[in-house]
């Protein structure tokens, strides 16, 4: 290598601007490159000129159990401690204005807690809690990089090396790659013409996928049993099938609700622990009874995902209310959206303290030996066939739809129309467990069913954020100045005209899942289910 860089003398680039042409290789060893740039020279076809180099090398930091990688984020520490958040597909090595990474301000060390100061510590420290921190690996980029000239074309030529190696290995594993920068595509493509001539040139994957592969770092799998369903299940296997399906969505976006950075998962996870309640509840009967400690516990976790929620839900109403009214409210607006970020980022606190407290660790557990358990023979239920049972089990739901929405009209009360909205999840919920069977055959009333939960949700949204700004005004009167109270009366103001909007449409929305809809269902219901089950009750 030495002898190699002193013949050519490749010189640093002093800017490489206007070098917007670049192709990329793949090549078996630096010394292959090296070699080929020397035969070249010695063909008179490229100028001498210096080679520098550079080194640099990371570890690579999580948890035992992989509680950053599942975030798809890299905890990359280099040399004195200090370290990088970094998505998992960040290239290498990152660059200085990457916006996707963030740097503690103080080091990060293996064997210990993630306790850096600044963004970085906050935030692993959310994914991680108390657990200590292990190397998953070690990698060292060698870069060496220099211009070169062929004729009068000049040509920036980038030699990598990278190295990765797990903990216990020697050596680890080798990628290389070539890259060629110059002012045009036909000086480029000519270049690395003439050095795969004595040198293998491949097209190179990105760097941050291969220094992933070569380091073993990927997201944990979750693997809770097959979801499949065969021909003609039973009422346990639909009920199995069902959870897991809602049992890894409710695992999976577990990361990025410790993360805090996608507004919508604490959504998500909140919707994905109601499905598991509603299935918990709807196949009670083809479950052990362990299930219904689950259902229990979710119910508990569901309340404090609930708190973090609706604060973002009021911060969007928020900004939204924001847009639709003058600039001359802005410091008002200000002043109220100080108060909720407090506030949320106090239910985010406690949320985080859910997610480490001993409660939550058994939750999920319990919830993953279940499902990976799978149906017993026990209780005797889950051996029933699911199409000759789903007749009974929605029946049961819609007629509860019924009895609650019939004597209701716009002019009902709030608590009463929200009751009418919970009548619908769960009517809905078992009909989207029981649509495998059917075919599309159930979509009609899941449509309607869906439609009349909307608005009912439209509508309790309206009527939440009364008593959240009423409450805020109670709360925290002598924070806010008059202008941010005076607001908060027109906004109530506006919410309750939405209300009373939305109201006028209940009676069209109701007559969705009415007699027609009815009709269609009990006719799917029925089609499908064995003769024996079809002289079922009819629905109300």
């Given amino acids: 290598m030495a002898e190699t860089a002193q013949r050519l003398r490749l010189v640093p680039s002093e800017g490489d601007g206007d070098l917007r042409a670049r192709a990329t290789f793949a090549v078996p060893a630096i010394d292959d490159v090296e070699r080929a740039l020397g035969v070249l020279e010695s063909a008179g076809r490229v100028a001498p000129r210096h080679l520098s180099s550079d080194e640099r090398e990371e570890r690579w930091l999580d948890t035992a159990d992989r509680r950053i990688a599942a975030a798809v ?85 980038e030699l990598d090396e990278l190295r990765a190696a797990q903990p216990g290995e020697t050596d680890g594993r080798v990628a290389a790659r070539l890259t060629i920068r110059g002012t045009d595509d036909a000086s480029v493509a000519s270049f690395a013409a003439a050095l795969s001539e004595t040198c293998a040139l491949t097209p190179a994957p990105p760097f941050a996928a291969t220094a992933r592969d070569l380091a073993g770092v990927e997201p944990p799998g979750i693997d809770l049993g097959p979801t499949e369903l065969p021909p003609r299940p039973s009422l346990a296997e639909l009920a199995f099938a069902t959870l897991r399906s809602d049992g890894r969505d409710f695992l999976a976006v577990e990361p990025a ?13 909140r919707v994905a622990a109601r499905r598991l309640r509603a299935a918990l509840g709807l196949f ?40 639709d009214n003058p ?35 058994h939750l999920v557990v319990h919830l993953t030996s279940l499902l990976t358990d799978g149906p017993k023979r026990r209780p005797a239920a889950g051996r029933r066939a699911a199409v000759a049972e789903a007749p009974r089990l929605i029946r049961k739901r819609y007629r509860r739809l019924r009895r609650v929405g019939d004597p209701l009209s716009r002019r009902s009360a ?51 954020a009364i008593g ?43 007559r969705k899942v009415g ?11 029925d089609d499908a289910a064995p003769k024996r089950a079809t002289k079922s009750r009819p629905l109300p």
């Avoid at 990060?108 to 906050?122: F, K």
């Avoid at 802005?330 to 980022?345: M, S, T």
């Avoid at 002598?478 to 109270?485: F, I, M, S, T």
Wanted: net charge positive; aromatic share 4%; with cysteine.
């Fill in 73 to 157: 984020r890299l905890l990359r520490v280099e040399s004195g401690g200090i370290a990088r958040l970094s998505p998992l597909g960040t290239p290498h090595p990152v660059p200085a204005d990457d916006e996707g990474s963030v740097q503690a301000s103080s080091p990060v060390a293996p064997g210990e807690p993630a306790r850096a100061e600044g963004e970085v510590g906050t935030r692993v420290a959310a994914l991680a809690g108390q657990r200590l921190l292990e190397t998953v690996a070690t990698v060292r980029l060698q870069r060496r990089r220099g211009v070169v000239r062929d004729g009068d074309r000049r040509l920036l030529v």
């Fill in 257 to 269: 609700v410790r993360l805090g950075d996608d507004p919508e998962a604490v959504h998500d996870m």
């Fill in 468 to 510: 959240h700004l009423e409450a805020l005004a109670q709360s925290s009167r002598r924070k806010l100045p008059p202008q941010a109270l005076f607001l908060m009366g027109a906004i109530s103001a506006q919410c309750e005209r939405r209300a009373s909007s939305l109201r006028r449409s209940f009676s069209r929305k109701y």
């Fill in 515 to 525: 007699a027609r809809r009815k009709r269609a269902l009990k006719a799917a219901l």
């Fill in 327 to 361: 600039r001359s409210a802005a410091a008002a607006f200000d002043a109220i959206e100080g108060v909720l970020r407090v506030k949320h980022a106090a239910a985010r606190r406690k949320l985080l303290r859910v997610l480490e407290a001993k409660r939550y660790g």
């Fill in 284 to 323: 009670e009967e083809a479950l052990p009874a362990r299930a219904r400690a689950l259902r229990r516990e979710l119910r508990r976790f569901g309340a404090a995902l609930g708190g973090v929620r609706d604060l973002e839900v009021q911060l969007t109403q928020l900004a939204a209310w924001r847009r």
């Fill in 414 to 464: 709030p608590a009463e129309l929200h009751e009418l909205r919970i009548a619908c999840k769960r009517l809905r919920y078992a009909l989207d467990f029981y649509q495998p069977l059917y075919d599309g055959a159930v979509a009609a009333m899941i449509d309607g069913v869906s439609g009349l939960q909307n608005l009912l949700g439209h509508h309790q949204d309206m009527w939440v």
